[in-house]
Structure formats: C-alpha cells, structure tokens
C-alpha cells in the first residue's frame, strides 16, 4: 500500500520514526551529521543521485528561531528552495557552521 506524504519529515518519521532512529540507521555520529544526511536523503527521494554530477559547489545560510525541529525544517525548506527555483540538487552537503543555539546553518553542497 502507497501512502502520500505531504512533507519530507512525514516520510522521516514514516521509515524511521524519529530524527534519532534515523540517525542510527544510518550511522550518523552527530547531530550534524544527520543534518547531512537527510539533507542528502531528500534530494535522494526526489532524484536518482548516480546521475548528478558533483561539478559546482553552492553555499547555504540558513537561520531559524526555535527548537531543532524548526532548525530542520529551515534547512530542508532552504534546499528545496533552491532545487524548485535553480534546479539545484546535491548529492554531497558538508555542514561547516552547526549552531543550534544560534539557529544557524552554513553548508556547502
């Protein structure tokens, strides 16, 4: 049976219940790290990343008020901006500023 889901955190918490159960599914160590690696997953979902080719780097800044789950949110919400207006898809994030107390984000992709 198919189920729609009208967010990516909804088919998160579909597959693995939790950012935690994530985490450990996938390996992740860190916090950031699964930042990383749902930001990947995303653009996994949408498109086959064996056909993206990793020749430009695109910088993301993103700032959020609120809780972790916010902070998510403002970091998928900055890379499907930037996939529906410029087509852009990563298949590589590396996060290089991780400050959740701040709300704020800086990868690269």
Known sequence: ????CLH??????HFYGSLNDFCESKGAKELKEAFELVGICMFGY???LDTISTE????????????LDQLLFAFLDELLFHFSTELLVCKEIQI???DV???KITAIG
């Open 1 to 4: 049976m198919t189920q729609y």
């Open 96 to 98: 290089t500023e991780f």
């Open 8 to 13: 990516f955190c909804e088919i998160l918490d």
């Open 101 to 103: 107390k701040a709300g």
């Open 46 to 48: 949408m498109t086959d």
């Open 56 to 67: 430009e780097e695109h910088e993301f800044v993103i700032e959020s008020e609120g809780d």
